[in-house]
């Protein structure tokens, strides 16, 4: 079984069709959060990842647009962006975003947003966040978003070795713990422009990398037209 495992889509549905075509053929989708905020296409990314079957979690931007946590937390942009995706989901879009746990397990994985002992706000971005998160997983291996950065933490005897995967980069799973960021779809910020996203086998157990371009610059009119920050307009190409 090929499983898409995408996080960070940021609703931007182009970014989300490009990877879904390139990855294509897979048996399912697991998203790992903030399936909206940023980006100029809220509902339709919902509405696609619902006709794929998606399961998934809330990440804090899911929260912040449909009113669970206070849009205050966030900075200027990500906060005027909250804004505006809360004035524009439909009460469908709603529902399936209130609907999303915080955490939950598929297969031997663990899926949350940030970590798993802070699903909403915490940010696995070192290895000694990272060796708190793997002592806290229930199953061997964990999946995580948030960071926006494709990267691997894998318990190594008393510590923890970090990997930085690249476009097509593989790692085999193994009785090692490990936890997998699959990079964000719709933001990327490793300074790689390009859409990143994660494939597994479950049966060979082998987790796979792909970077997917798309049109930016049809995002990026989008994002315009609706009045979105304009530094987020611009973050998009630079992949930052
Ligand atoms: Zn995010």
Same mark, same amino acid.
């Given at each position: 079984?090929?499983?898409?495992?995408?996080?960070?889509?940021?609703?931007?549905?182009?970014?989300?069709?490009?990877?879904? *075509? *390139?990855?294509?053929?897979?048996?399912?989708?697991?998203?790992?959060?903030?399936?909206?905020?940023?980006?100029?296409?809220?509902?339709?990314?919902?509405?696609?990842?619902?006709?794929?079957?998606?399961? &998934?979690?809330?990440?804090?931007? +899911?929260?912040?647009?449909?009113?669970?946590?206070?849009?205050?937390?966030?900075?200027?942009?990500?906060?005027?962006?909250?804004?505006?995706?809360?004035?524009?989901?439909?009460?469908?879009?709603?529902?399936?975003?209130?609907?999303?746990?915080?955490?939950?397990?598929?297969?031997?994985?663990?899926?949350?947003?940030?970590?798993?002992?802070?699903?909403?706000?915490?940010?696995?971005?070192?290895?000694?966040?990272?060796? *708190?998160?793997? +002592?806290?997983?229930?199953?061997?291996?964990?999946?995580?978003?948030?960071?926006?950065?494709?990267?691997?933490?894998?318990?190594?005897? &008393?510590?923890?070795?970090?990997?930085?995967?690249?476009?097509?980069?593989?790692?085999?799973? +193994?009785?090692?713990?490990?936890?997998?960021?699959?990079?964000?779809?719709?933001?990327?910020?490793?300074?790689?422009?390009?859409?990143?996203?994660?494939?597994? +086998?479950?049966?060979?157990?082998?987790?796979?990398?792909?970077?997917?371009?798309?049109?930016?610059?049809?995002?990026?009119?989008?994002?315009?037209?609706?009045?979105?920050?304009?530094?987020?307009?611009?973050?998009?190409?630079?992949?930052?």
């Amino acid at each position: 079984m090929r499983v898409a495992v995408l996080s960070d889509i940021h609703a931007n549905l182009t970014a989300l069709e490009a990877v879904l *075509a *390139a990855v294509a053929p897979i048996d399912a989708v697991w998203h790992l959060g903030d399936t909206v905020g940023y980006g100029p296409q809220p509902n339709e990314v919902v509405e696609r990842l619902t006709r794929e079957g998606a399961v &998934g979690v809330r990440g804090n931007h +899911d929260s912040a647009a449909t009113g669970l946590i206070d849009a205050d937390w966030f900075n200027e942009d990500a906060r005027v962006a909250v804004e505006w995706t809360a004035r524009v989901l439909t009460p469908a879009s709603r529902a399936a975003l209130l609907a999303l746990p915080e955490r939950r397990t598929e297969d031997a994985f663990t899926l949350v947003h940030g970590s798993p002992r802070d699903p909403i706000w915490e940010y696995i971005a070192s290895t000694a966040v990272a060796r *708190a998160a793997l +002592d806290d997983l229930t199953t061997p291996y964990g999946l995580f978003g948030h960071t926006h950065d494709p990267r691997v933490f894998r318990a190594q005897g &008393g510590t923890v070795e970090t990997l930085g995967p690249s476009d097509q980069a593989e790692l085999q799973l +193994d009785d090692r713990r490990v936890l997998l960021n699959p990079g964000s779809v719709g933001q990327p910020r490793d300074g790689d422009p390009r859409a990143s996203a994660l494939v597994l +086998d479950l049966e060979a157990r082998r987790a796979t990398w792909h970077r997917v371009a798309y049109d930016i610059p049809a995002v990026q009119a989008r994002m315009r037209e609706v009045g979105l920050p304009k530094r987020l307009v611009d973050r998009l190409d630079r992949g930052l």
